[in-house]
């Protein structure tokens, strides 16, 4: 069993040692097993998001997309971002409120078949309610963002 440093700090050395991601499993595993895990993962979250959010602010997506897996800014120009993500600035979805709201996880985290760590739920956001998927990759000994959705929750 890990001990402190938990499982995805074993799975990153794993990565590590055989290169930007390891077959991890056939099926999905649980990418929690410690304190430190789950800290990472709502590290991981919500520093994604307040990235978003200021690119959405300032209109300029460099920034998030030179944080992100070389793969993701291979295929996403911050042009591409500004268009992606139009919806959340017309509608000004304020998402800094991520740095103390506590996301609703609805899927995961788990880390796939490829090493990858993926991770889905909501945030309670005023006055609208965003849902998020989100993709990262281990690069450099580092999660980087390789996947993102962001969205407006509809009105149910």
């Given at each position: ?43 991981l ?94 690069v ?9 959705v ?7």
């Amino acid at each position: 069993m890990p001990g402190r440093r938990g499982w995805l700090a074993l799975l990153l050395s794993s990565a590590m040692a055989c290169g930007a991601t390891v077959n991890v499993a056939a099926q999905p595993v649980p990418a929690i097993g410690s304190e430190e895990d789950a800290q990472l993962v709502a590290i991981l979250i919500r520093s994604t998001l307040v990235a978003l959010h200021h690119a959405n602010v300032t209109g300029n997506y460099s920034v998030l997309s030179q944080l992100a897996a070389p793969g993701f800014t291979a295929r996403n120009t911050a042009a591409d971002l500004a268009v992606t993500f139009a919806e959340l600035r017309r509608r000004e979805i304020d998402l800094q409120a991520v740095t103390v709201l506590q996301p609703d996880i609805t899927f995961g985290p788990v880390l796939d078949e490829n090493g990858l760590l993926r991770v889905s739920g909501r945030f309670a956001t005023t006055p609208v309610p965003v849902r998020f998927e989100l993709v990262f990759q281990v690069v450099d000994r580092v999660w980087r963002l390789i996947g993102i959705v962001v969205q407006p929750v509809a009105a149910e």
